[in-house]
């Protein structure tokens, strides 16, 4: 039996994990990504791990297939991490030669947001579908297309960036450099400062009430509990925050008129309350005819969703040989 | 040698056109689509006039090898119109199978707008890019998209919406039913609707001026030639549209990140000071990393566009095999 490796590299954290052709995680680790020490010292540190959960298990390094890592930022044919903004190991790194070179293994590398929906569409959600939208609505707001069972990564890798898309001419600064961004108002972020934010005006709520005391310390989850359970000031907060989900996602609907539309991420957890919420304002910007048959579902993954997906770049490729 | 014929049925009008495979137009005509006597008259109709152009050339109806069939509305698998608004000939038309039995011949059908994206790709402007965006500014708003050399479609044929795209809440009513779609602000309508408006409160303009007498007769391509010209008060109507334009243009580029877009469709003809007006506005709607390497251009096909396109739809699949 052949196995992967699956790595997901963040800014601070990398999970590695092997696992079977039937993608079961046999084992796994995470260590830090430390990429200040550069890119070589990070590349080989995850290949002594890989070997080591390997071992752990009684696998043979030689039965390694291949190995495929999830990175931040916009990736190019599956080999060049364009802009790693978050790792400081300048522009066009070219991570799947540096990673065969250190382990000998065959290596691709895909965004991480689009290796989540990858994940989804092999493993988990979307595997019934081969035209859908994983989105992800985390500390940052993201999608990842399939079309006819391939990911749309766009010409320069770049594809994708739904948390960019400017819903307010003038709206709040996004940490891109655009004002009005949908990232500003949708994620976990977004959502927190809006409360934040209406909190200064009001305090006769009960939000207010269960977290005056600590106000750093709310979380979007937090405000999605406290609407479910009948605050009105909290239900308004989600209510803009839906408006506006609905608006991105109704844009991407008449665009891309995908079969189905799947949640994931940390904000997601907020269930069908969130989705009811978007979609009694989706009509407003969405044609018919692009809501008609469309599914709604949510992420299968969760937290092995990085890894998984990091499979999923390698073993779909081995498909389509 | 083989030939192909292309059609492109309008609510009107339809025209067909006899090319040879280098995508030349050897003959042509057009005809009244008639569509209210039903589809099986029309297509009737439209297989005897392919006939008639063909002997007209002395080309024999046997080498024929396929027709290509560009129409208005959703279009699923090459084969089936979902809607037939301005036709009537209910939902879900068998377009496909009704020709090849009137014909004999292989056909495939593809809405019009993707045909001419499909031309332009095949013959046209977007030759040299495996990935582009064809946008069509006529009478309405839309877009083709190739992605690594094939048109997006969409699950249920309704990729591609551009125009319904939702750019203000409670803006201009659209046909379609929602408010402040795209196409209500940049379309050849959009435009003109916007200048009446605009007039209503002001005649102290060039515009004024030179139309007062004909109001109902102002075109578009009047509106630019002033703003051209020098006249402010026409400038400022320009860009009123080549902001609104930037912004849906800005949104696709965020999700799809094409290397080309094309502008084709009468008010393309505007050229570089539309695209100037549109480029002005560009950064403010778009990631730096989505404008990269971009490259603009305009449609090569016009007026040939939706008989070559149709042709494109059956010549690309034949490539494809």
Redesign the interface.
């Known amino acids: 039996m052949d196995y992967y490796i699956g790595v997901d590299i963040g800014g601070t954290n990398t999970e590695i994990g092997i696992l079977d052709t039937n993608g079961v995680i046999l084992n796994k680790k995470t260590i830090k990504t430390d990429p200040t020490q550069g890119a070589e010292k990070t590349f080989e540190r995850v290949w002594e791990a890989s070997k080591e959960i390997s071992k752990e298990i009684c696998i043979d390094e030689n039965k390694i297939k291949s190995i495929g890592i999830g990175l931040p930022g ?1 990736v190019v044919d599956n080999s060049i991490l ?2 790693a903004a978050n790792l400081s190991w300048g522009d066009n790194f070219p991570a799947k030669e540096l990673m065969e070179k250190i382990s000998g293994k065959s290596v691709k590398i895909e965004n991480d947001a689009r290796a989540i929906a990858l994940g989804e569409y092999l493993f988990g959600a979307a595997q019934k579908y ?2 859908s939208m994983i989105i992800s609505i985390g500390t940052g707001l993201s ?1 990842g ?1 399939i ?2 069972g ?1 990911i ?11 948390g ?3 819903v307010e ?1 003038n709206g709040y600064s996004c940490g ?4 009005g961004c949908l990232e500003t108002y949708c994620s976990a972020n977004g959502i927190v400062r809006e409360a934040k934010r209406r909190l200064e005006g009001n305090i006769e709520n009960g939000l207010y009430k269960k977290f005056s005391e600590n106000l750093e310390k709310l979380e979007a989850k937090d405000i999605f509990e406290m609407a479910k359970s009948g605050d009105k000031f909290s239900q308004e907060i989600v209510d803009f925050f839906c408006r506006y989900m609905a ?1 991105g996602i ?3 609907l ?6 189905a539309v799947i949640f994931t991420g940390g904000v997601s957890k907020a269930g069908d309350f969130l989705l009811e919420g978007i979609e009694k304002h989706l009509g ?7 809501l ?2 469309l599914k709604f579902g949510f992420g299968q993954l969760n937290e092995e969703g990085g890894i998984k997906g990091a499979v999923a770049i390698v073993m779909l490729s081995d498909v389509e040989k």
């Open positions: 916009p364009k802009i081969k035209n999608v297309i079309i006819d391939k749309l990564s766009g010409a320069g890798g770049a594809a994708g960036e739904f960019h898309m400017v001419d891109c450099g655009l004002k608006k109704g844009t991407l008449n665009i891309i008129n995908p079969e407003k910007y969405t044609l018919g005819i692009n008609e048959n």
